[in-house]
């Protein structure tokens, strides 16, 4: 997986520059995220790797399965994958271009695992209190961890904020061992 990192890190870099460059992050962002996820289904895995299916067969495909929604600089992008055979790293290409996109805009993503679910005003609220405390704007992805009991645990890049229920009953624990 590293190995995968290392070798999208090129391609990330160049489609955020040029995308920078055309102030359309958020197009490249969105098409990445298309081409990723037709490159993961196991039918085109199959495509991929197949010997028979030249280059320009595979770029037909890909492209034709992608759409017209492709600008002729992400058909290129596309085109130097194919070639280069990097077909296969594009959900790293995606995720590393989406953290450049991220650090770039000021925003950091978040995962806020909660007991039960929350109402629009209180996630609200949320969000809003900690897009103070981290002054960057949050991308927040929530689920629904049952055992967490009751509260909320937050997570932002490195940093975990557990105010569950359950993280407050293990911190009891490990204080009373003490």
Known sequence: MAENVTIARPYADAAFKLAKGQGALGPWSDALEK????????????????????ADQLYGLITGIAGAELSADQQNFVRVLVENERLQVLPEIRDLFVDLKNQQEGVCEAQIASAFPLDDATLAALVADLEAKFKAKLQVTVTIDPELIGGVRVTIGDEVIDASVRGKLANMAAALKN
């Open 35 to 54: 081409l990723a996820q037709i490159v993961v289904d196991p039918a085109m895995r199959e495509c991929i790797n197949d010997p028979k299916l030249s």
